[in-house]
């Protein structure tokens, strides 16, 4: 075995490595800057297209989970508050009504 191979090793501490070599992040092209396209109008243009596909209930992922999350900006709450009155009256007037009939059938079959 005459040709012998040397293997010479340089060993660095953390300091003496970070002078001879260079950490620094370089690339071979410039950064691109990339627009965000997530906007307003392009959520709207989404809803519309996807309108029919979004499932009406549900937790997620749904009309009423926007309805629900909207209604936390909006004060939704207050115009159920407005709406409530009208429809009490609603029932009272429906249930007038049904006592109107009773009536009205009471008469006629007793002059039958």
Avoid: W
């Avoid at 926007?66 to 004060?75: A, C, G, P």
């Avoid at 609603?90 to 079959?109: F, G, P, S, V």
């Amino acid at each position: 075995m005459g040709n012998d191979i040397k293997i010479q090793k340089t060993v660095y501490n953390a300091t003496e490595f970070n002078k001879v070599v260079d950490r620094s992040f370089t690339t071979f092209t410039q950064p691109t800057v990339e627009e965000d396209t997530d906007t307003v109008d392009e959520l709207f243009r989404l809803y519309e297209k996807l309108y029919f596909e979004i499932d009406v209930t549900g937790e997620q992922n749904s009309h009423e989970y926007l309805i629900k999350k909207s209604s936390e900006l909006v004060n939704f709450e207050a115009n159920t508050e407005e709406i409530q009155p009208l429809l009490d009256e609603i029932a009272q007037l429906r249930e007038q009504l049904l006592q109107a009939n009773q009536q009205i059938l009471d008469l006629e079959t007793a002059t039958n």
